[in-house]
């Protein structure tokens, strides 16, 4: 009788792995590979953007001879086309693209100048003073920002550390990888039983450099999150996706009507006498269509279509209305209201401007320069747990190599099919994850195939 009941009895069941512990262990494993192999790239872009931050004060004080220019008491500023044909007059080499009016007592006006042996995007911008007619300088602007040379420099070294195009794969890896650092890192701050929002200060040794490290990183998290998103945005092959996206569903920055053709700038440009004269009128239209200062007056790329004024103040992006104002007549033909712009447009043109320091001025680039030092500080204290608590000092690793096998299936699928998407969206994380695994479970085998042959070498016999 007592063996038919063991027969009958069900055998027991294996212990089934635990979830979260399987899933906390492979974040673990993904967390320590990202920040020792991707915090190198992040580290730069952390320090370059600090120094992007900055460099509208820099560009400021650089060329301040060339930007400002003095106020003489009880003059008025001459009429824009004796300033344009100043410009005109110091580089008769360059055709008139746009230009830019003195925005405020003291501040010079820009004439930007399609000039030969430009690099692409570029333009010879000419200083005068708006109330003399004096041209102060002339200087190389880059993009619709107007970056000066300092700034510029300082720009695309952010982007991609002036090596060009290829370059530009280092910020797009960066970029890919920080928001998902950030968040597996909350997630194991949250998970960890001494998690706080300030660090302990008592603590020492390794728990005091965690206690930092998950603390800072817990605050600056939401600004690492934006900083990712907008980055990605004007990034190579993700940025390439986004744009897919946007024209899909009809989110993308619409067209001034009215208009013809590119005013970036290209030779051939109606710039003469008869435009010069027109210049006057045109910004008098726009400003009878509700925009001011600071303007831009665009050449158009075809002579006799219309002219586009815009609004460059970035630092209140309600402020970006553009016009089209025919210059025979002074009449405007078309309007761009930024209150016109699809919802996912605006908040595009906020977060570029944002990531650039530009949204609401000195205050964000405060807010930019606190978020890049934060995470430096973050890869710092990183590397240095890292070396806390190396093997040789004693200390076992708190996660495994493989640790993605232990994660049970029902688990492991869905997450794996979200990393799969989201590897297709942002193909650099996607790479590179791979690239994560695969070593992982290399090295998991590897050290497996050791821990199996040591008793055996330990057993044979000696010679």
Same mark, same amino acid.
């Given at each position: ?88 007059? @110091? ?60 700034? =510029? ?14 370059? *530009? ?90 208009? =013809? ?69 002074? *009449? ?12 996912? %447009? ?23 320069? %606190?978020? =890049? ?22 200390? @076992?690793?708190?996660?495994? *190599? ?16 979200? %990393?799969? @998407? ?15 695994? @695969? ?8 050290? =497996? ?15």
């Amino acid at each position: 009788m007592t063996s038919d009941v063991r027969e009958l009895s069900p055998a027991p069941e294996r212990p089934r792995p635990a979830t979260w512990p399987a899933v906390r262990a492979l974040l673990l494993r993904l967390h320590f590979y990202a920040g020792v192999l991707v915090a190198p790239f992040l580290l730069v872009a952390a320090t370059t953007g600090l120094l992007y931050a900055a460099s509208f004060q820099i560009e400021k004080i650089v060329y301040s001879h060339e930007l400002t220019a003095p106020v003489p008491a009880g003059q008025t500023m001459l009429p824009l086309a004796r300033q344009i044909a100043a410009a005109r007059t @110091a580089h008769p080499e360059g055709t008139v693209g746009a230009v830019r009016p003195a925005a405020e007592p003291g501040a010079t006006t820009q004439v930007l100048l399609d000039a030969p042996g430009l690099p692409e995007s570029t333009r010879l911008a000419v200083f005068v003073d708006p109330y003399t007619g004096e041209v102060r300088g002339s200087l190389e602007s880059y993009g619709s920002s107007g970056a000066l040379p300092v700034r =510029a420099w300082i720009s695309t070294f952010h982007r991609h550390l002036q090596l060009g195009e290829p370059g *530009r794969l280092y910020s797009e890896l960066a970029a890919s990888w920080l928001w998902a650092v950030a968040l597996g890192g909350v997630v194991l701050w949250l998970s960890h039983r001494r998690r706080a929002l300030k660090p302990d200060l008592k603590a020492r040794g390794l728990r005091r450099t965690l206690s930092w490290h998950g603390s800072v990183g817990l605050w600056i998290t939401v600004g690492l999150l934006f900083l990712s998103a907008t980055g990605l945005t004007w990034s190579a092959y993700a940025g390439a996706n986004v744009d897919k996206v946007q024209t899909a569903l009809g989110w993308t920055t619409p067209a001034l009507p009215g208009t =013809a053709g590119d005013h970036s700038g290209h030779a051939g440009h109606g710039g003469g006498t008869t435009t010069e004269a027109d210049t006057d009128r045109i910004v008098a239209a726009a400003a009878g269509a509700g925009l001011s200062g600071p303007l831009e007056v665009a050449w158009p790329a075809e002579p006799g279509a219309a002219f586009t004024v815009k609004e460059m103040d970035r630092e209140w992006p309600q402020r970006n209305d553009q016009v089209a104002v025919d210059a025979a007549t002074g *009449r405007v033909t078309g309007e761009l209201r930024f209150d016109d712009f699809p919802l996912v %447009a605006k908040l595009v043109r906020w977060g570029i401007d944002g990531h650039m320091g530009v949204l609401f001025g000195l205050p964000n680039q405060i807010l930019l320069m %606190a978020l =890049a030092a934060g995470l430096i500080c973050m890869i710092v204290w990183g590397y240095r747990m890292w070396w806390q608590r190396r093997p040789t000092r004693g200390f @076992a690793a708190p996660y495994a *190599r493989g640790a993605w096998r232990a994660v049970p299936l029902p688990v492991l699928l869905p997450v794996g099919l979200v %990393a799969i @998407a989201v590897g297709v969206f942002i193909p650099l994380l996607g790479i590179s994850l791979l690239a994560f695994l @695969a070593v992982d479970a290399v090295l998991g085998r590897v050290r =497996a195939a050791r821990a199996a042959t040591a008793p055996a070498r330990q057993s044979d016999p000696p010679a």
